[in-house]
Protein backbone atom coordinates (compact mmCIF):
# COMPACT_ATOMS: atom_id res chain seq x y z
CA UNK A 1 0.00 0.00 0.00
CA UNK A 2 2.42 2.75 1.34
CA UNK A 3 5.90 2.21 -0.98
CA UNK A 4 8.95 2.89 -0.05
CA UNK A 5 8.63 4.95 3.48
CA UNK A 6 11.70 3.48 4.75
CA UNK A 7 13.37 6.76 5.83
CA UNK A 8 16.98 4.88 5.06
CA UNK A 9 16.35 5.65 1.85
CA UNK A 10 15.76 9.06 1.51
CA UNK A 11 18.32 9.72 4.53
CA UNK A 12 21.54 8.05 3.60
CA UNK A 13 24.89 9.56 5.71
CA UNK A 14 25.96 11.11 2.15
CA UNK A 15 22.39 13.09 1.83
CA UNK A 16 22.70 14.12 5.25
CA UNK A 17 26.09 15.29 5.12
CA UNK A 18 25.47 17.01 2.05
CA UNK A 19 22.83 18.88 3.36
CA UNK A 20 24.75 20.43 6.43
CA UNK A 21 27.21 21.77 3.96
CA UNK A 22 24.99 23.39 2.05
CA UNK A 23 23.01 24.37 5.50
CA UNK A 24 26.08 26.45 6.61
CA UNK A 25 27.12 27.65 3.28
CA UNK A 26 25.37 31.28 3.05
CA UNK A 27 26.76 31.76 7.19
CA UNK A 28 30.91 31.04 5.39
CA UNK A 29 30.35 34.51 3.92
CA UNK A 30 30.65 35.97 7.46
CA UNK A 31 33.02 33.23 8.68
CA UNK A 32 35.77 33.60 5.96
CA UNK A 33 36.34 37.41 6.52
CA UNK A 34 36.71 37.11 10.31
CA UNK A 35 38.92 34.83 9.62
CA UNK A 36 40.80 36.50 7.59
CA UNK A 37 40.22 39.10 10.39
CA UNK A 38 42.17 36.47 12.81
CA UNK A 39 45.01 36.00 11.17
CA UNK A 40 46.33 39.67 10.14
CA UNK A 41 45.20 40.48 14.04
CA UNK A 42 47.62 37.70 15.51
CA UNK A 43 50.37 38.58 13.22
CA UNK A 44 49.97 42.23 14.44
CA UNK A 45 49.60 41.32 17.95
CA UNK A 46 53.05 39.50 17.69
CA UNK A 47 52.17 35.77 17.37
CA UNK A 48 54.53 34.13 15.18
CA UNK A 49 53.06 32.45 12.25
CA UNK A 50 53.59 28.50 13.79
CA UNK A 51 51.64 29.89 16.65
CA UNK A 52 48.88 31.63 14.89
CA UNK A 53 48.46 29.25 12.35
CA UNK A 54 48.01 26.55 15.25
CA UNK A 55 45.71 28.12 17.29
CA UNK A 56 42.97 27.13 14.81
CA UNK A 57 43.15 24.05 14.82
CA UNK A 58 43.53 23.66 18.63
CA UNK A 59 41.54 26.30 19.75
CA UNK A 60 38.73 26.58 16.86
CA UNK A 61 36.93 28.88 18.19
CA UNK A 62 36.59 32.46 16.81
CA UNK A 63 35.90 34.78 19.50
CA UNK A 64 37.98 33.16 22.08
CA UNK A 65 41.23 33.08 19.33
CA UNK A 66 40.62 37.13 19.01
CA UNK A 67 40.43 36.94 22.85
CA UNK A 68 43.46 35.12 23.49
CA UNK A 69 45.09 36.75 20.86
CA UNK A 70 44.88 40.30 22.42
CA UNK A 71 45.96 39.15 25.71
CA UNK A 72 49.02 37.54 24.85
CA UNK A 73 49.57 41.00 22.64
CA UNK A 74 49.15 42.22 26.71
CA UNK A 75 51.20 39.93 28.65
CA UNK A 76 48.39 39.17 30.08
CA UNK A 77 49.58 35.87 32.21
CA UNK A 78 48.71 32.22 30.88
CA UNK A 79 46.57 31.52 33.64
CA UNK A 80 44.70 34.52 33.13
CA UNK A 81 44.40 33.83 29.45
CA UNK A 82 43.05 30.13 30.18
CA UNK A 83 40.36 31.14 32.63
CA UNK A 84 38.99 33.61 30.36
CA UNK A 85 38.56 31.31 27.41
CA UNK A 86 36.41 29.08 29.65
CA UNK A 87 34.54 31.88 30.56
CA UNK A 88 34.71 33.55 27.00
CA UNK A 89 33.93 29.46 26.13
CA UNK A 90 31.02 29.05 28.67
CA UNK A 91 28.07 29.03 26.22
CA UNK A 92 29.15 26.09 24.59
CA UNK A 93 27.67 24.01 27.21
CA UNK A 94 24.47 25.49 26.21
CA UNK A 95 25.04 23.89 23.13
CA UNK A 96 26.76 20.69 24.33
CA UNK A 97 23.25 20.05 26.48
CA UNK A 98 21.07 21.42 23.63
CA UNK A 99 22.66 18.59 20.90
CA UNK A 100 23.47 15.76 23.49
CA UNK A 101 19.95 14.14 22.96
CA UNK A 102 20.61 13.47 19.24
CA UNK A 103 24.02 11.84 19.96
CA UNK A 104 23.01 9.93 23.17
CA UNK A 105 22.98 6.93 20.80
CA UNK A 106 26.38 7.29 19.12
CA UNK A 107 29.86 5.82 20.54
CA UNK A 108 31.99 7.39 21.95
CA UNK A 109 34.56 8.37 18.78
CA UNK A 110 31.38 10.09 17.41
CA UNK A 111 30.77 11.82 20.11
CA UNK A 112 34.14 13.15 20.18
CA UNK A 113 34.60 13.84 17.05
CA UNK A 114 31.29 16.04 16.53
CA UNK A 115 32.12 17.61 20.39
CA UNK A 116 35.38 18.82 18.15
CA UNK A 117 33.50 20.59 15.68
CA UNK A 118 30.64 22.04 17.76
CA UNK A 119 31.30 25.76 16.75
CA UNK A 120 28.57 28.40 17.02
CA UNK A 121 27.64 28.07 13.58
CA UNK A 122 27.44 24.41 13.13
CA UNK A 123 25.38 24.18 15.90
CA UNK A 124 23.31 27.03 15.00
CA UNK A 125 22.44 25.12 11.60
CA UNK A 126 22.20 21.70 12.68
CA UNK A 127 19.76 22.35 15.52
CA UNK A 128 17.65 24.00 13.61
CA UNK A 129 17.87 21.47 11.49
CA UNK A 130 17.61 18.81 13.97
CA UNK A 131 13.90 20.75 15.67
CA UNK A 132 12.38 20.92 12.28
CA UNK A 133 12.78 17.53 11.47
CA UNK A 134 11.57 16.12 14.70
CA UNK A 135 8.57 18.45 14.47
CA UNK A 136 7.87 17.17 10.68
CA UNK A 137 8.86 13.78 9.74
CA UNK A 138 10.33 10.21 10.55
CA UNK A 139 14.21 10.78 12.49
CA UNK A 140 16.85 9.64 10.73
CA UNK A 141 18.99 7.22 11.55
CA UNK A 142 21.65 9.44 10.18
CA UNK A 143 21.43 12.35 11.51
CA UNK A 144 24.58 13.20 12.99
CA UNK A 145 26.19 13.13 9.18
CA UNK A 146 24.80 16.49 8.81
CA UNK A 147 26.27 18.12 11.89
CA UNK A 148 29.35 16.54 10.58
CA UNK A 149 29.00 18.09 6.77
CA UNK A 150 28.44 21.02 8.46
CA UNK A 151 30.96 21.14 10.67
CA UNK A 152 33.90 19.80 8.64
CA UNK A 153 32.92 22.58 5.83
CA UNK A 154 33.27 25.25 8.56
CA UNK A 155 36.26 23.79 9.61
CA UNK A 156 37.93 23.87 6.52
CA UNK A 157 36.62 27.41 5.56
CA UNK A 158 38.40 28.60 9.10
CA UNK A 159 41.61 26.85 8.84
CA UNK A 160 41.80 28.55 5.04
CA UNK A 161 40.37 31.94 5.57
CA UNK A 162 42.97 32.25 8.73
CA UNK A 163 45.94 30.80 7.07
CA UNK A 164 45.23 33.68 4.29
CA UNK A 165 44.88 36.13 6.99
CA UNK A 166 48.16 35.31 8.42
CA UNK A 167 49.99 35.41 5.22
CA UNK A 168 48.36 38.98 4.81
CA UNK A 169 49.10 40.17 8.34
CA UNK A 170 52.88 39.03 7.67
CA UNK A 171 52.62 41.94 4.70
CA UNK A 172 51.33 44.74 7.00
CA UNK A 173 54.17 47.06 8.46
CA UNK A 174 53.19 47.64 12.55
CA UNK A 175 53.19 51.44 12.31
CA UNK A 176 49.58 50.59 10.86
CA UNK A 177 48.35 50.22 14.34
CA UNK A 178 46.39 46.89 13.39
CA UNK A 179 46.27 45.79 17.12
CA UNK A 180 43.48 48.31 17.69
CA UNK A 181 41.25 46.54 15.17
CA UNK A 182 41.02 43.82 17.55
CA UNK A 183 39.32 46.12 20.25
CA UNK A 184 37.52 47.33 17.07
CA UNK A 185 35.86 43.70 16.46
CA UNK A 186 35.02 43.76 20.21
CA UNK A 187 32.83 46.64 19.61
CA UNK A 188 31.36 45.39 16.25
CA UNK A 189 30.42 42.35 17.97
CA UNK A 190 29.39 43.81 21.56
CA UNK A 191 27.34 46.89 20.62
CA UNK A 192 24.49 45.27 18.66
CA UNK A 193 24.02 42.59 21.01
CA UNK A 194 23.25 45.17 23.58
CA UNK A 195 19.28 44.41 23.83
CA UNK A 196 17.77 44.41 26.73
CA UNK A 197 18.91 46.08 30.09
CA UNK A 198 20.56 43.60 31.96
CA UNK A 199 23.18 43.27 29.11
CA UNK A 200 23.71 46.85 28.80
CA UNK A 201 24.26 47.21 32.87
CA UNK A 202 26.44 43.78 32.43
CA UNK A 203 28.79 45.62 29.78
CA UNK A 204 28.66 48.99 31.29
CA UNK A 205 29.71 47.60 34.71
CA UNK A 206 32.36 45.23 33.86
CA UNK A 207 34.07 48.12 31.47
CA UNK A 208 34.08 50.51 34.65
CA UNK A 209 35.26 48.17 36.97
CA UNK A 210 37.56 47.21 34.24
CA UNK A 211 38.88 50.45 34.38
CA UNK A 212 39.17 50.69 38.35
CA UNK A 213 40.96 47.04 38.58
CA UNK A 214 43.43 47.72 36.22
CA UNK A 215 46.19 47.77 38.32
CA UNK A 216 45.60 44.34 39.67
CA UNK A 217 48.06 41.63 39.64
CA UNK A 218 48.47 39.53 36.79
CA UNK A 219 45.78 41.37 35.17
CA UNK A 220 43.30 39.53 37.71
CA UNK A 221 41.31 42.82 36.68
CA UNK A 222 39.79 41.12 33.83
CA UNK A 223 38.02 38.50 35.10
CA UNK A 224 36.84 40.77 38.50
CA UNK A 225 35.41 42.56 36.12
CA UNK A 226 33.45 40.34 33.81
CA UNK A 227 32.37 38.26 37.00
CA UNK A 228 31.62 41.38 38.32
CA UNK A 229 29.45 42.59 35.53
CA UNK A 230 27.41 39.30 34.96
CA UNK A 231 26.53 39.37 38.60
CA UNK A 232 25.36 43.28 38.36
CA UNK A 233 23.56 41.93 35.14
CA UNK A 234 22.00 39.10 36.83
CA UNK A 235 20.71 41.66 39.86
CA UNK A 236 19.12 43.39 37.44
CA UNK A 237 17.32 40.74 35.44
CA UNK A 238 16.35 39.52 38.81
CA UNK A 239 15.13 43.36 39.63
CA UNK A 240 12.85 43.33 36.42
CA UNK A 241 11.57 39.77 37.33
CA UNK A 242 10.36 40.23 40.44
CA UNK A 243 8.62 44.07 39.28
CA UNK A 244 6.68 42.27 36.29
CA UNK A 245 5.60 39.55 39.09
CA UNK A 246 4.49 42.32 41.50
CA UNK A 247 2.43 44.24 38.82
CA UNK A 248 0.77 41.10 37.95
CA UNK A 249 -0.19 40.75 41.55
CA UNK A 250 -1.75 44.33 41.80
CA UNK A 251 -3.50 43.60 38.47
CA UNK A 252 -5.08 40.19 40.12
CA UNK A 253 -6.07 42.00 43.00
CA UNK B 1 53.74 30.63 30.68
CA UNK B 2 55.25 29.45 26.59
CA UNK B 3 52.62 30.27 24.18
CA UNK B 4 52.46 26.66 22.93
CA UNK B 5 51.73 25.88 26.56
CA UNK B 6 48.96 28.46 26.41
CA UNK B 7 47.31 27.78 23.40
CA UNK B 8 47.33 23.57 24.04
CA UNK B 9 45.53 24.66 27.39
CA UNK B 10 43.27 27.04 25.74
CA UNK B 11 42.09 24.14 23.31
CA UNK B 12 41.68 20.96 25.86
CA UNK B 13 39.59 23.89 28.23
CA UNK B 14 37.45 24.62 24.44
CA UNK B 15 37.12 21.28 23.57
CA UNK B 16 35.97 20.26 27.42
CA UNK B 17 33.52 22.47 27.38
CA UNK B 18 32.15 21.12 24.31
CA UNK B 19 32.21 17.65 25.33
CA UNK B 20 31.03 18.00 28.32
CA UNK B 21 27.17 17.50 28.17
CA UNK B 22 27.59 15.60 24.95
CA UNK B 23 29.20 13.08 27.05
CA UNK B 24 27.43 13.41 30.86
CA UNK B 25 23.53 13.92 29.71
CA UNK B 26 20.89 12.65 27.72
CA UNK B 27 18.47 15.30 28.52
CA UNK B 28 19.07 18.43 30.44
CA UNK B 29 17.76 22.04 31.01
CA UNK B 30 19.87 23.94 32.47
CA UNK B 31 18.19 26.69 34.97
CA UNK B 32 17.35 29.91 33.79
CA UNK B 33 19.69 31.72 36.02
CA UNK B 34 22.69 29.92 34.55
CA UNK B 35 21.25 30.27 31.02
CA UNK B 36 21.03 34.44 32.32
CA UNK B 37 24.40 34.11 33.38
CA UNK B 38 25.75 32.38 30.25
CA UNK B 39 23.65 35.24 27.59
CA UNK B 40 25.57 38.04 29.71
CA UNK B 41 28.98 36.68 29.41
CA UNK B 42 29.80 38.22 25.88
CA UNK B 43 29.12 41.65 26.46
CA UNK B 44 30.50 41.28 30.08
CA UNK B 45 33.98 40.00 29.00
CA UNK B 46 34.52 42.05 25.77
CA UNK B 47 33.33 45.10 27.65
CA UNK B 48 36.01 44.38 30.07
CA UNK B 49 38.95 44.41 27.51
CA UNK B 50 37.35 47.11 25.36
CA UNK B 51 37.47 49.54 28.07
CA UNK B 52 40.49 49.90 29.36
CA UNK B 53 41.70 49.34 25.89
CA UNK B 54 39.93 52.90 25.01
CA UNK B 55 40.47 54.69 28.12
CA UNK B 56 43.70 53.56 28.76
CA UNK B 57 46.16 53.38 26.18
CA UNK B 58 49.13 53.91 27.74
CA UNK B 59 48.02 52.51 31.27
CA UNK B 60 46.60 55.70 32.69
CA UNK B 61 43.38 56.61 32.59
CA UNK B 62 43.50 59.12 29.43
CA UNK B 63 39.72 61.30 29.57
CA UNK B 64 40.77 63.92 26.69
CA UNK B 65 39.84 64.55 23.18
CA UNK B 66 43.74 63.94 22.81
CA UNK B 67 43.11 60.40 23.00
CA UNK B 68 42.61 59.15 19.43
CA UNK B 69 42.01 55.55 20.58
CA UNK B 70 39.04 56.47 22.62
CA UNK B 71 37.11 58.85 19.77
CA UNK B 72 37.67 56.41 17.15
CA UNK B 73 36.26 53.83 19.43
CA UNK B 74 33.68 56.01 20.18
CA UNK B 75 32.86 56.49 16.48
CA UNK B 76 33.17 52.72 15.49
CA UNK B 77 30.64 52.47 18.67
CA UNK B 78 28.24 54.20 16.53
CA UNK B 79 28.69 52.88 13.42
CA UNK B 80 27.78 49.21 14.90
CA UNK B 81 24.64 50.58 16.49
CA UNK B 82 23.36 51.75 13.22
CA UNK B 83 24.98 49.01 10.65
CA UNK B 84 25.51 45.44 13.12
CA UNK B 85 28.07 45.24 10.27
CA UNK B 86 31.63 44.00 11.32
CA UNK B 87 34.05 44.59 8.50
CA UNK B 88 32.35 48.26 8.31
CA UNK B 89 32.79 48.83 12.09
CA UNK B 90 36.33 47.59 11.68
CA UNK B 91 36.80 50.19 8.62
CA UNK B 92 35.92 53.30 9.81
CA UNK B 93 37.42 52.76 13.44
CA UNK B 94 40.68 51.90 12.08
CA UNK B 95 40.50 54.75 9.26
CA UNK B 96 39.19 57.24 12.13
CA UNK B 97 42.56 56.14 14.19
CA UNK B 98 44.89 56.86 11.23
CA UNK B 99 43.31 60.11 10.33
CA UNK B 100 43.23 61.55 14.05
CA UNK B 101 46.98 60.44 14.37
CA UNK B 102 47.70 62.33 11.54
CA UNK B 103 45.87 64.93 12.44
CA UNK B 104 46.77 65.65 15.88
CA UNK B 105 50.05 66.75 16.97
Known amino acids: ?253 | MNVWFILICMGLVTYAIRLSMILLLERVDLPPIIQWALYLVPPAVLSAIVFPELLMPSGMLYLSFGNVRLLAGVLAAVVAWRTKNVLLTIVVGMVALWVLQMVMP
Not at chain 1, 38 to 66: E, H, K, R, T
Not at chain 1, 172 to 190: E, M, Q
Open chain 1, 1 to 253: MIVNTNPHLKHSPRSEFIAGVRAILPILLGVAPFGMIYGVLAIGAGLNVGAAMSMSPIVFAGSAQFVGVQLIHSGVPGMVIVFTTFIVNLRHILYSASIAPHLARLSRRWKWLLAYLLTDEAYAVTITHYNQAAASTVESAHKHWYLLGAGLTMWSTWQVSTAAGIFLGAQVPSSWSLDFAIALTFIALVVPALRDRPSITAAISAGVIAVIAADLPYKLGLIVAAIGGIAIGLWVKARQASNTNHNQRADNQ
